[in-house]
């Protein structure tokens, strides 16, 4: 009896022992297997990732440089271009305020008195044609743009292709002569009114007016002066 009793105890021993093996074995073997198994998400065929796709993407999305906010005034020309003339494009109307914003500064000439202009002589129109056969924007004759373009090409070095007079239909040429035009006549007439009336019927014409006391309407000054008013209070919008 005593030795089945030994014998037991001696098995149960060998048992503990290997059961105790085991338990040592798996703490020390199964974290590193358990480690090797796991792997970070991958990235899918999108590049992006199931769980940190969200945060990623808002950090790209905050690293991007910021546009450049535009200029204030240059918002009020375009509202105003874009408000006159509706059919025009977007990427058009940019182009197009830019252009009175950079010859308006270029020639010391209000902005808002070149929109007042435009909106009188052709209502933003820039394939329109008079009767007389002034053309585009800002109304010009095809014998006035060709001697304006001349006139830029010796004081500014401005060159551009053989005039012909459809090229007045071009409105960046167009508002660039326009204003240009402009501040000759402002600086030749010394008043305002006066260097709308010469834009209106020709500087020569309103010289000969004037020196020979011929009564004239300032109808077309009163109305470009009154819509140059009306623009130079508009807000501009927010953008």
């Not at 085991?22 to 090797?36: E, R």
């Not at 800002?138 to 006139?151: A, D, V």
């Not at 002569?177 to 010394?190: D, N, P, S, T």
């Amino acid at each position: 009896m005593e030795k089945r009793l030994k014998k037991t105890l001696a098995r149960t021993l060998r048992w503990s022992n290997t059961c105790l093996k085991i338990v040592l074995t798996s703490v020390l073997f199964i974290p590193p297997v358990l480690a090797l198994k796991y792997s970070p998400p991958r990235a899918d065929k999108s590049g992006l990732l199931p769980v940190a796709a969200p945060v990623a993407k808002a950090q790209a999305v905050e690293n991007q440089p910021r546009e450049t906010p535009r200029p204030k005034e240059l918002v009020k020309i375009y509202s105003i271009v874009k408000s006159n003339g509706p059919a025009i494009a977007d990427r058009e109307a940019w182009k197009v305020s830019n252009v009175i914003l950079d010859e308006s500064a270029r020639r010391d000439v209000d902005p808002m008195l070149v929109l007042a202009v435009i909106k009188v002589e052709s209502g933003f129109h820039n394939r329109a044609l008079s009767p007389m056969g002034a053309r585009g924007m800002m109304q010009i004759m095809p014998e006035t743009g060709k001697y304006l373009s001349e006139e830029l090409f010796r004081v500014d070095g401005f060159k551009t292709r053989e005039f012909m007079p459809h090229h007045l239909d071009d409105p960046i040429l167009n508002i660039k002569l326009g204003v240009y035009y402009l501040e000759g006549l402002k600086r030749q007439f010394r008043n305002l009114s006066l260097a709308l009336l010469a834009y209106n019927v020709g500087p020569s014409e309103m010289q000969n007016r004037l020196e020979n006391n011929i009564q004239f309407s300032d109808q077309y000054a009163s109305l470009v002066l009154d819509t140059y008013r009306e623009y130079r209070n508009t807000k501009a919008p927010a953008f």
